[in-house]
């Protein structure tokens, strides 16, 4: 069964920084690309990063320069490192796997973010 | 970049069949994925490249996609289908673009 476990979530303020993980079990984790998916309180899906399985990355425009998506094989773990942090970034953070044909196929339950001061 | 607009929302009586749309610039060209979210949960895939159910969805749930419009047709609705549905495609950019959400709502 594909899991996918989020955490580092949390309170910070403007301009700060927090880590997020996603622990990866349940299949092949090298072999897939993987994205960051956020979700502002009662608000839409909005995809934040993605990383191919060969450490190519893409990011959406209001995070680029601020986040870095990375990925350790090894460990089977997805990382967002999220810096300068605005309150507008204050959302659950979803790590999702790519399916082979481009769709997210697996969500995992995601971490909270609150950006305040 | 590429946008695609969800109508917020659309209520309908258990037994009936909703129609949920995502309208995009010839959306018709592009593969379509849907995600259902319910209540205090994460997401889950519906239906993929346009009409194709994952295992463990239900075949009342159907997808199709021309021109400008794709849509998600839910027949004989129950109670349990009352959720989120939100579309997705990718753009030519290489990013993945959300529809803004459909809140269905059974009466």
């Known amino acids: 069964e594909v899991q996918l476990v989020e955490s580092g979530g949390g309170f910070v303020q403007p301009g700060g920084s927090l880590r997020l993980s996603c622990a990866a079990s349940?299949?092949?984790?090298?072999?897939?690309?993987m994205h960051w998916v956020r979700q502002p309180p009662g608000k839409g899906l909005v995809w934040v990063s993605r990383?191919?399985?060969?450490?190519?990355?893409n990011y959406a425009d209001s995070v680029k320069g601020r986040f870095t998506i990375s990925r350790d094989n090894a460990k089977n773990t997805l990382y967002l490192q999220m810096n300068s942090l605005r309150a507008e970034d204050t959302a659950l953070y979803y790590c999702?796997?790519?399916?082979?044909?481009?769709?997210?196929?697996?969500w995992g339950q995601g971490t909270l973010v609150t950006v305040s001061s | 970049s590429y946008v695609l607009t969800q109508s917020p929302s659309v209520s309908v009586a258990p037994g009936q069949t909703a129609r949920i749309t995502c309208g995009g610039n010839?959306?018709?060209?592009?593969?379509v994925h849907w995600y259902q979210q319910k209540p205090g949960q994460a997401p889950v895939l519906a239906v993929y490249?346009?009409?194709d159910r994952p295992s463990g969805i239900p075949e009342r749930f159907a997808g199709s996609n021309s021109g400008n419009t794709a849509t998600l047709t839910i027949s004989r609705v129950e109670a349990g289908d009352e959720a989120d549905y939100y579309c997705?495609?990718?753009?030519?950019?290489?990013?993945?673009?959300f529809g803004g959400g459909t809140k269905l709502t059974v009466l």
């Open positions: 349940g299949f092949t984790f090298s072999n897939f690309w």
């Open positions: 999702v796997r790519e399916a082979s044909g481009d769709w997210l196929d697996s």
């Open positions: 990383i191919h399985t060969d450490g190519t990355t």
């Open positions: 010839d959306i018709g060209r592009k593969s």
């Open positions: 490249d346009d009409s």
């Open positions: 997705q495609v990718w753009d030519s950019s290489s990013e993945v673009v």
